[in-house]
């Protein structure tokens, strides 16, 4: 039990001096560092860096540091997934705005058809109709002070009819 156990042991030992190597080689030949890569390089299932944590960060800090190949002008993997997000982010705003402007160029070409196939109402009618809603109420407001005032000159003439009454009465 105790032979198998430190079996083990080395074993383990042995696949991760197999992965530090591969981590060192590809930082030093500027390959791309990944889970995968590194699992794939040192002949390791990527399941052995999610038990020895240490290894899954130094790969990750691998990743983010820039190769010395590249030197001082080296950009990050972290600034080019940066770029990507920013650039996908602006794409999907632009394509709202494509879309909203698209809308907006539908309707507006929309009611130029209809005007122009004269199924619409053209302008010219359309401020017809207007002036008639306006002159319709004009109507009805006059109407309503020519009702008031009809009733004023009743009133006036019933006031003569019984002040020439009452005159007619008095000369008698």
Same mark, same amino acid.
């Given at each position: 039990? *105790? ?8 074993d383990a030992g042995r696949r991760?001096?197999?992965?530090? +190597? ?60 940066? &770029? ?12 709202? +705005? ?25 302008? &010219? ?18 109407q309503g002070q020519l009702d008031?005032r009809t009733e004023e000159l ?13 005159? *007619?009465?008095?000369?008698?």
């Open positions: 039990m *105790n032979d198998m156990r430190e079996g083990r042991s080395a991760r001096q197999r992965v530090v +190597r591969a981590i060192n080689a590809a930082v030093s030949a500027g390959e791309d560092i990944t889970v995968s890569a590194i699992a794939r390089a040192a002949k390791v299932d990527r399941s052995f860096f999610y038990r020895h944590r240490d290894l899954l960060e130094r790969i990750h800090a691998a990743a983010a540091a820039p190769s010395p190949a590249e030197g001082v002008a080296a950009v990050s993997r972290a600034s080019l997934q940066a &770029d990507l997000a920013n650039a996908l982010e602006r794409n999907t705003r632009l394509a709202l +705005r494509v879309r909203q402007l698209e809308s907006r160029l539908s309707e507006a070409l929309g009611e130029q058809v209809w005007r122009d196939s004269g199924l619409g109402a053209s302008i &010219d009618i359309d401020h017809l109709q207007r002036q008639i809603v306006t002159l319709e109420q004009r109507a009805v407001d006059l008031e009743q009133a006036a003439r019933a006031a003569n009819r019984e002040l020439t009454r009452a005159l *007619n009465h008095n000369s008698r």
